[in-house]
T-cell receptor
């Protein structure tokens, strides 16, 4: 079974451009989480989505950042007008409806570099 | 708000010896889950071990065990018989139950295993 798939693995953008990060969850998982990891830091929660719904976006910056998880296709984290401070690793995790004792499965992350 | 504290930025251990990585947490919830993840230099997040707040026994997974002391709110990871491949960042995380069940991470401990 395929795990969480994220692409691209590395993404380079110039200041002011848009960055689109994609995440395909584990087959059968309906919950997707996005986390951001700044250098020398732990992961910080950004947003939690279920199919076609944003459930918790308490960790998302108020401007320039948006996320979606459409009925068909991968979840997308979109960053508009990127700035140097957006340089980070962005991780996606998925889980089934009832997490219980099961861990969230993480993708390998997208390393975003802003020139 | 939930908080995870990892007080050891870096740890060194000799190959084949055991090492303990510290983690303390703060929560007002009665029901919660604690996780340890490993992040090697390649960057992916690898789940190691889980402890539920109501589990009476300490969790074990192969060479990994979790020293769970609920009254002290600590969940230390013990790695026995360290191997060179154990060199990595180690993150302690807590999952709130109910709500979005997002993970809250500590800042991590960098473990170096010396030959």
């Amino acid at each position: 079974n395929a795990g969480v798939m994220q692409n691209p693995r590395h993404l380079v953008r110039r200041r002011g451009q848009e960055a689109r990060l994609r995440c395909s969850p584990v087959k059968g998982h309906s919950h997707v989480y996005w986390y951001r990891q700044l250098p020398e830091e732990g992961l910080k929660f950004m947003v939690y989505l279920q199919k076609e719904n944003i459930i918790d976006e308490s960790g998302m910056p108020k401007e320039r950042f948006s996320a979606e998880f459409p009925k068909e296709g991968p979840s997308i984290l979109r960053i508009q007008q990127v700035v140097r401070g957006d340089s980070a690793a962005y991780f996606c995790a998925s889980s089934p409806i009832d997490q219980g004792k099961r861990p969230q499965h993480f993708g390998d992350g997208t390393r975003l570099s802003i020139l | 708000a939930q908080k995870i504290t990892q007080t050891q930025p870096g740890m060194f251990v000799q190959e084949k010896e055991a090492v303990t990585l510290d983690c303390t947490y703060d929560t007002s919830d009665q029901s919660y889950g604690l996780f340890w993840y490993k992040q090697p230099s390649s960057g992916e997040m690898i789940f190691l071990i889980y402890q539920g707040s109501y589990d009476e026994q300490n969790a074990t997974e192969g060479r990994y065990s979790l020293n769970f002391q609920k009254a002290r709110k600590s969940a230390n990871l013990v790695i026995s018989a360290s191997q060179l491949g154990d060199s990595a960042m180690y993150f302690c995380a807590m999952r709130e139950t109910g709500g979005s069940e997002k993970l809250v991470f500590g800042k991590g401990t960098k473990l170096t295993v010396n030959p």
